[in-house]
């Protein structure tokens, strides 16, 4: 069974973090992607993990909450390439920090653990 601590110590997390970001920062300037692809690109390999990050550090989100804001946040990435043919983060990050704050509040309302 998956436990608290088994998360990966919260340097390695941010250091996991920057060489993603680092990676695609490299792979943009070597490949000259266009900036309607690099900065979607960037955004969500920083918003993605530091979300992950707040609910599991700042407010122990359980499991099965992290889960539905997972599957949220790629239903409504799917649904946004699948409608429009482009990827609209202006529409799905309002609506999963939403959701964020949802799940955080009925955190904050739960007993606490004996």
């Given at each position: 069974?998956?436990?608290?601590?088994?998360?990966?110590?919260?340097?390695?997390?941010?250091?996991?973090?920057?060489?993603?970001?680092?990676?695609?920062?490299?792979l943009?300037?070597?490949?000259?992607?266009?900036?309607?692809?690099?900065?979607?690109?960037?955004?969500?390999?920083?918003?993605v993990?530091?979300?992950?990050?707040?609910?599991?550090?700042?407010?122990?989100?359980?499991?099965?909450?992290?889960?539905?804001w997972a599957?949220?946040?790629?239903?409504?990435?799917?649904?946004?390439?699948?409608?429009?043919?482009?990827?609209?983060l202006?529409?799905?990050?309002?609506?999963?920090?939403?959701?964020?704050?949802?799940?955080?509040?009925?955190?904050t309302?739960?007993?606490?653990?004996?």
């Open positions: 069974m998956f436990t608290f601590r088994d998360r990966p110590a919260n340097g390695l997390f941010v250091g996991t973090i920057a060489l993603v970001v680092l990676g695609e920062v490299y943009v300037v070597r490949f000259e992607f266009y900036r309607a692809v690099t900065l979607p690109l960037l955004i969500l390999s920083l918003y993990p530091l979300t992950f990050f707040f609910f599991c550090n700042v407010f122990h989100v359980r499991r099965e909450r992290e889960l539905i599957g949220v946040f790629c239903a409504l990435c799917g649904l946004s390439v699948l409608l429009t043919g482009t990827l609209h202006t529409a799905v990050i309002p609506l999963c920090l939403a959701l964020s704050a949802w799940f955080c509040y009925l955190e309302r739960r007993p606490p653990a004996p």
